[in-house]
């Protein structure tokens, strides 16, 4: 994933895009940058690795030599930016989020030219690098933002800003991701997360349609290319990834969760497979809010039987290298042994997408006492690795858990059946429920169904990206 944060203004925004930019941190691990333009002229820049380091403290030593009433920044799990663009647009700083699945494809349209890109120490060539070049094809920056969304295949969201100041939002022509903007007395501001702005000042402005291309400046802001009238926002952003705070779509993330849960409780009690147990329990950290409802409408006492330790390992697979990612995963957890010994527990995940942490944590609660483990996914089993935003990806569909589980099952032929087993109500999907719970150690497994997630998130099914789930794009 990744996120931007942009301001412009009448005042400094060194601040404002520091802290900005630090408040979407949930979104990456990997590196982080920021950019201003100086009172005395040119663009001042810096990109740090956050793998061990989080944001704020990687990048407030930089503060005192950062000045300008206009910067963007942003955090990224992929390659550095914001980069600084010379070309006969002019000089301009961008940066981007998405995933160009044609990548090797264009790479190549470009080497049929002559053109020339920096490779890095992996010897790739720097996805923003790439999109400032197919931008740099064209006349104006506007029709080299368009011409570049319509060459990816995948999703691109981006923002560019410009010599004088100025700054230009792109929303991806599917709306897979927000683009807001915030207002205050001085300025305007634009990112991903609305909670964001709020705790900077800004007031709601403006939500940009899907393809929408704004400009933003000092005194406002102005539609360049109107919003298209197709949208496939990334589900993930209610059920996952969104920080509570947020709305999107005017639906807050806390909301929709809570909805989510109760809803899967709701439905459970009508299908006579509501489970009598002692605490219902989220896995930290988005679990919770769903836990929240689902024990709401159930009845049940909500707990937290275990809780993780974060003020040294924020994020669990910051780390490099896995088998230090799976210890520190390990290390976090503290149980309070009181809530697990001799208790029957279900816990609500956010989703389950590979199983390997989460059997870890199955294997820890028994360790500690629990008398029973039932798990609930938030959302339906993952059947594609996505190709849009990068999340749940891998090197292969079979590397998550139900899809691995159909292979084993059937083979080949259970590729034809992939919905039946998406299904618990069909006799493939109660095999694949048994099957994932036999492996896991679990004593239940439910998943959300996908209706009745898109009935908590609340907006027009038609508008939300489904993909992962029934591989219909």
Known sequence: MGAFFGAASHRAVVMDVFFG??????????????????????????????????????????????????????????????????????????????????????IDAFSHVGHQFMAQSSGE??????VAALINTQNNLIDGIRYAQEQVEGSLTLLIMRQDGTLIAARDRMGRLPVLIGRDADGCCVTFESFAYGKLGYEDAYELGPGEICLITANGYETLVPAGDKMRICAFLWVYYGYPNSNYEGVNVEVMRYRNGARMAADERKRGVLPEVDYVAGVPDSGIPHAVGYATESGAHFARPFVKYTPTWPRSFMPANEAVRKRVAKMKQIPVPELIEGKRLLFVDDSIVRGNQLKETVDFLYEAGAAEVHMRSACPPIMYGCKYLSFSRGRSDYDLIARRVIREAEGEEGEAHIDEYADARTERGQCLLRSICEEMGFDSLSFQSLEGMLDAIGIDPEKVCTYCWNGRE
Not at 29 to 39: L, N, S
Not at 125 to 130: F, G, W
């Open 21 to 106: 930019v630090d408040y979407h941190s949930h979104l990456g691990t990997r590196r982080a940058g920021m950019v201003f333009i100086d009172p005395e002229g040119g663009f001042k820049k810096e990109i740090h690795s956050i793998e061990n380091t989080p944001f704020r403290t990687r990048f407030e030593h930089d503060l005192p030599e950062f000045r300008g009433n206009s910067g963007i920044g942003c955090i990224s799990d992929s390659d550095p930016q914001p980069l600084l663009v010379r070309s006969h647009l002019g000089v301009f700083a961008i940066t981007t989020v998405g995933c160009i699945n044609n990548y090797n494809a264009l």
């Open 125 to 130: 060539v720097n996805n923003t690098e790439l």
